[in-house]
């Protein structure tokens, strides 16, 4: 059973930068993609970005696109997320996410794993 474990999450004034990890552990990490969704106070989970086995592809929320990265270190089973020009409403609760397979994903019911999740917020 595969275990993620997030880490760099914290407060962040707006137009800021932060850069979340995510360590696997448990099984082949590089068989799997991976991604990352939030959870913002009163509303639902949803889909940040994610990234396929290899790190070849790539796919975004229209949300995030051009402002956050998602990259991989399959020699270091980690994932990473690095968040520019953050705004206040990228505020909630962010979740490392192993998927059921190789390719791309973004729905939670595409997911195999979740990670514990960590705070962002971000101040205005």
């Known amino acids: 059973q595969v275990q993620l474990v997030e880490s760099g999450g914290g407060l962040v004034q707006a137009g800021g930068s932060l850069r979340q990890s995510c360590a696997a552990s448990?099984?082949?990490?590089?068989?799997?993609?991976m991604g990352w969704f939030r959870q913002a106070p009163g509303k639902e989970r949803e889909f940040v970005a994610a990234?396929?086995?290899?790190?070849?592809?790539?796919y975004y929320a229209d949300s995030v696109k051009g402002r956050f990265t998602i990259s991989r270190d399959n020699a270091k089973n980690t994932v990473y997320l690095q968040m520019n020009s953050l705004k206040p409403e990228d505020t909630a609760v962010y979740y490392c996410?192993?998927?059921?397979?190789?390719?791309?994903?973004?729905?939670?019911?595409?997911?195999?794993?979740w990670g514990q999740g960590t705070q962002v917020t971000v101040s205005s």
């Open positions: 996410a192993a998927g059921l397979s190789g390719g791309l994903f973004s729905r939670p019911a595409d997911v195999g794993t």
């Open positions: 448990g099984r082949t990490f590089s068989s799997y993609a």
């Open positions: 990234i396929n086995w290899s790190g070849s592809y790539t």
